[in-house]
């Protein structure tokens, strides 16, 4: 199986701020690589699929860039709406793996 | 809209069995491969199981394989999760999510359902 690390686990900024999350996968998915955003009690739902590839109707804050094992996902002027948990999953073979989690806090 | 919604979850004792369903709306439901994903409170997202379109070929996490199974009605546009053998970790909240996207391409989760709450306890 792939094991997905993202870094860190959780992280405080302030609204405007700019946020670097990190994923590495065990081994080499190309691109097969997505970002889902989750807030409490409700479902998670993609950011970025393909690495890189905004999916319609995330804003432009949001950025992923990577390929091969060493993925990032940057929000870029940090808004209140986006303080929740972030996970990285590849899509590259079964079963498909998530990371653990990076919670983004309000500092 | 393309929909998924979710039942069959509630309270159950350890070993006992339950049955999660899945009904799907708004798109050619039999052309999409299926997945349930879930996870326990406070905790990660956990991949389950999975049915291609035709409900031919399916694959299980380790921690479920033997005890699980998934199936689909096309006809009724639901996907279903059999659970067996119930353990108290498999307490979570269940998604029923549809793999948009190609096999040779990348693809991702979307949408997902409401989820469905299963606790196993006695």
């Known amino acids: 199986d792939i094991e997905m690390t993202q870094s860190p686990s959780s992280l405080s900024a302030s609204v405007g701020d700019r946020v670097t999350i990190s994923c590495r996968a065990s081994?080499?998915?190309?691109?097969?690589l997505n970002w889902y955003q989750q807030k409490p009690g409700v479902a998670p739902k993609v950011l970025i699929h393909g690495a890189s590839s905004l999916y319609g109707g995330v804003p432009s804050r949001f950025s992923g860039s990577g390929s091969g094992t060493d993925f990032t996902l940057t929000i870029s002027n940090l808004q209140p709406e986006d303080f929740a948990t972030y996970y990285c999953?590849?899509?590259?073979?079964?079963?498909?793996?998530f990371g653990q989690g990076t919670r983004v806090e309000i500092k | 809209q393309v929909q998924l919604v979710e039942s069959g979850g509630g309270v159950v004792q350890p070993g006992r069995s339950l049955r999660l369903s899945c009904a799907a709306s708004?798109?050619?439901?039999?052309?999409?491969?299926m997945h349930w994903v879930r996870q326990a409170p406070g905790k990660g997202l956990e991949w389950v199981a999975l049915?291609?379109?035709?409900?031919?070929?399916?694959y299980y996490a380790d921690s479920v394989r033997g005890r699980f199974t998934i199936s689909r009605d096309n006809s009724k546009s639901t996907v279903y999760l059999q659970m067996d053998s119930l353990r108290t970790e498999d307490t979570a909240v269940y998604y029923c999510?549809?793999?948009?996207?190609?096999?040779?391409?990348?693809?991702?989760?979307?949408?997902w359902g409401q989820g469905t709450l299963v606790t196993v306890s006695s």
């Open positions: 049915i291609s379109f035709n409900g031919k070929h399916d």
């Open positions: 081994q080499s998915i190309i691109n097969f």
């Open positions: 999510v549809r793999k948009e996207g190609g096999t040779t391409s990348p693809n991702y989760f979307d949408p």
């Open positions: 708004g798109f050619n439901f039999d052309t999409y491969t």
């Open positions: 999953q590849q899509s590259f073979s079964t079963p498909e793996t």
